[in-house]
């Protein structure tokens, strides 16, 4: 099934979701974020944390979190469960942090990837985001390059 025959729902996460998050974290990353790291995104008004769930079974199958500063946009993470990877989830949920860019005047939209991951890279170029540098060695065991990507979207000001 893709996403367009799955019903999604994007909604603000909640203390409820994180054990959810935090499997589908362990299932996707390296070095996953702790519980308590979750936890504290629901708390700072600088952080967006959004879920996609699957409206017929309630289900959470991803997630986004980012951060606006001024005319600054961080994306900070974004993943989606193992089974339902490929099926257009990522791209709801990216679609919906350049929507909420737009509303809230975002110039930038920073982000960085493990220069191993692929799969990341492959998706954020979709969306026509450009490498702009390489943070040496920043990632640990394995020691990796994280690679800076950035898009900028076109001012209201000119
Ligand atoms: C990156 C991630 C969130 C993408 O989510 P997704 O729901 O699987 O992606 P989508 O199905 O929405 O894909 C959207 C586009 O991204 C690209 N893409 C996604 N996965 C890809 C892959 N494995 N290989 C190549 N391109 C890929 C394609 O261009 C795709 O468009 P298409 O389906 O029309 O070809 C998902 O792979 C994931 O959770 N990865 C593990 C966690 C992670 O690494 N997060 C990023 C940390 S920096």
Redesign the pocket.
Known sequence: MT?EEIKLYIRKAKTSDIETITR?ENQ??LHPWKKHQFTSELTHDISYFYVCEDVSTKEVV?YIIFWIIEETME?H??????K???????????LFMMETAKKKKVEEIF????CS????I??????HFQQVGVRKDYYSSPPEDALIYKLTLPSHKR
């Open positions: 996403a589908i996707q990353f991803g994306l993470t974004i993943a989606v469960s193992k339902y990877k490929q099926k257009g989830i990522g791209k709801r949920l990216f982000l960085e990837v493990r991951n692929t799969e990341a492959a998706f954020y170029e979709s969306f």
